[in-house]
């Protein structure tokens, strides 16, 4: 769409304000919005941003970074291909923003940028990225002592749907409306928790969808008077929430799924392999940008299939990557990678720019997986020395830990850039220092419905 067609579009419409929303270094969803009168000027000129703004942790601490202070500004540049007329608020309008220097250059600290590098190194090795993100959530009411679970429902129990009916319905027409394509729902194994899942597409718009899709379902859950929770363990006692990660490589054309190899044992191609084998060995410092916050921590942990060892397998829960069994008649489209150690309090364009990075790596390499570390059982039903025999590691076990990981790590500290590895390093380390000094009870609170 171009800029004279989106002004008409948002006038016809009848809408007042139209957001510029980028995803900042915490997860957290932030922007600024234009009157439509001033909008044809700032579709080019954009909407001028601190430096500073990549400097708050989500507790709104600036951290004293260099090239973060009080002087500075960047604009934040809204693409025109993300222009959505937002169905549970019509009198706004939402785009997704980059992040671009007052020089007209890309700033090395946006996220969607660092995303888009990512993008641009796999299309010079022929590959064109596919993924979609598949979030779990909760809906919760408020109450006088905190926040309680819509239902009691039980696992993919009808009862779950019945509760959740008219909220989930919105959401879908919602989502649908914004042209995310709706594939399957089912009320989650938690109280109250929610799966729906969308159609992977190309790898930016998968990320700009997944903050469609939290706008969406906070906001429309809110107009039913609920609470929605995209928060990692927003119950202590309850299951955790994922948003599990799909990729496949296709070819330029999109005929091919470069991940697919039907003389394969697994069905996967050679590609696959050494995408697999880069993920699995920068997997305990990608941990930091998938599973980022303090919150990551409590949903990551053995037995609840969200993998907390360094191991690989056959649509295998308990591996941080699962090769997911192929569909009847659909073989090479169905064929995908599920990158399972990730929830939605990353930041989507870091989240999937990162495991992308990681694969690539492996690819350019030629690296091969260890067969070790390839399960077709329940880790935790291995014994501690079966376990270091086969060179599977237990995931870092806190924040702290996957922080210092992921400095050790050049390979995605180089990917993401100096300025962006600095400052989210440095943000990250800030939740770490403040959210350790206090109890569970203030760190849920503070994660129940950021994200
Ligand atoms: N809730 C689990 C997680 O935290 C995933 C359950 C599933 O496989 O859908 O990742
Ligand atoms: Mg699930």
């Known amino acids: ?18 957001s510029f929303f980028y995803c900042d270094n915490g997860g957290t969803i932030r922007g600024k919005a234009t009157h439509v009168s001033g909008l044809e000027g700032r579709l080019n000129s954009g909407i001028g941003l601190t430096l500073a703004m990549q400097a708050y942790t989500s507790m709104d601490d600036l951290q004293v970074i260099q090239g973060m202070g009080p002087v500075g500004e960047v604009r934040l540049i809204p693409d025109p291909d993300t222009f959505t007329i937002l169905p549970y608020a019509p009198k706004r309008a939402m785009m997704l923003a980059d992040l671009v220097t007052t020089s ?15 993008l641009a190194r796999a299309e010079s090795l022929g590959l064109t990225i596919q993924a979609a993100m598949e979030p779990e959530w909760y809906l919760a009411t408020k109450e006088e002592d905190g926040f309680v679970p819509l239902d009691e429902s039980l696992d993919n129990a009808s009862i779950g749907y019945t509760f959740a009916q008219d909220v989930i319905d919105d959401v879908i027409e919602a989502l649908e409306t914004q042209g995310l394509r709706v594939q399957q729902y089912y009320a989650e194994l938690g109280h109250g928790q929610q799966e729906l899942s969308i159609e992977h597409t190309d790898a930016l718009r998968a990320a700009d969808n997944h903050i469609i899709y939290r706008e969406t379902v906070r906001n429309v859950a809110y107009q039913h008077g609920l609470f929605a929770s995209f928060a990692p363990k927003p119950f202590p006692d309850q299951a955790g929430s994922g948003c599990h990660i799909h990729l496949s490589a296709w070819d330029g054309d ?9 003389t394969d044992y697994q069905n996967i191609s050679a590609l696959a392999y050494q995408f697999i ?25 053995p037995g609840s299939w969200a993998p907390a060892f360094t191991c690989w397998g056959p649509d295998n829960r308990e591996a941080a990557l699962r090769i997911p069994s192929l569909f009847w008649d659909a073989e090479m489209a169905s064929t995908n990678l599920e990158y399972r150690t990730v929830d939605s309090s990353s930041n989507p364009y870091i989240a999937l720019g990162s495991v992308i990075a990681a694969g690539l790596d492996g690819i350019e390499r030629g690296l091969r997986p260890s067969e070790g570390q390839r399960l ?17 590691r237990r995931l870092p076990s806190s924040l702290k830990e996957a922080i210092s990981e992921l400095e050790a790590d050049t390979t995605l500290t180089d990917a993401m850039g100096e300025q962006l590895a600095n400052s989210y390093l440095t943000v990250r380390r800030a939740e770490w220092d403040m959210f350790s000094q206090r109890d569970a009870e203030f760190e849920i609170r503070h994660h129940f419905y950021k994200y």
């Open 277 to 301: 084998a880069g993920v699995m060995e920068h997997l305990p410092g990608l941990i930091a940008l998938t599973c980022p916050s303090m919150n990551s921590y409590r949903r990551i942990s």
């Open 376 to 392: 077709d059982v329940d880790p935790t039903s291995l014994t501690t020395e079966e376990l270091e025999r086969r060179g599977i």
């Open 254 to 262: 999109g005929a091919n799924n470069l991940f697919y190899d039907s």
């Open 104 to 118: 007209r250059r890309p700033w090395e600290a946006c996220p969607r940028d660092f995303l888009k590098r990512a």
């Open 1 to 18: 769409m171009n800029n004279r067609e989106i002004v008409r579009r948002a006038r016809d419409a009848g809408v007042q304000l139209v």
